[in-house]
């Protein structure tokens, strides 16, 4: 049985690794002390799935709470990994559905998630569950 839980600290080199599928490596260390932030955070939440044993971590989602000037109040899925032994097994839609409902709790209405281009499985994922793309972007980086 899979089971939802609040991600923890000590989950870091776990969730490094899955960082390291979705194609972001990341030092174990960067990793933990964004966490201890995102952990602090009254806007985001973090979700693991795995099984209710807690042997291991097959999934994470990210969800923040957004409000822009142009638009209400939202919560957007900043994150979405499920393991690749694990793909296809209903692990991301019960992430998917762990976000939903925090975002109901917290008093939002609209669910957003931005999905790159390039990766053609998690569009038909999001739509397979309901989700409707809305735009296509591009996105501009500069470091300063």
Do not use: C
Request: no cysteine; hydrophobic share 35%.
């Amino acid at each position: 049985m899979t089971v939802i839980r609040a991600v923890r600290t000590d989950d870091a080199p776990r969730l490094t690794e899955l960082l390291t599928q979705l194609g972001y490596p990341n030092e174990p260390g960067a990793v933990t002390n964004r966490l201890a932030e995102l952990l602090e955070s009254d806007t985001q939440r973090l979700f693991t799935a795995g099984p209710d044993d807690d042997s291991r971590i097959d999934g994470y989602l990210s969800i923040e709470r957004r409000l822009l000037l142009a638009e209400d109040e939202y919560a957007e899925i900043t994150g979405l990994v499920v393991d690749s032994t694990a793909r296809r097994s209903g692990i991301g839609r019960i992430l998917v559905d762990a976000a939903e409902q925090w975002a109901v709790r917290q008093g939002l209405h609209t669910v957003m998630v931005r999905s790159n281009v390039a990766r053609s499985e998690s569009h038909r994922f999001y739509a397979g569950i309901g989700y409707q793309r809305k735009k296509t972007s591009h996105v501009y980086r500069k470091e300063i």
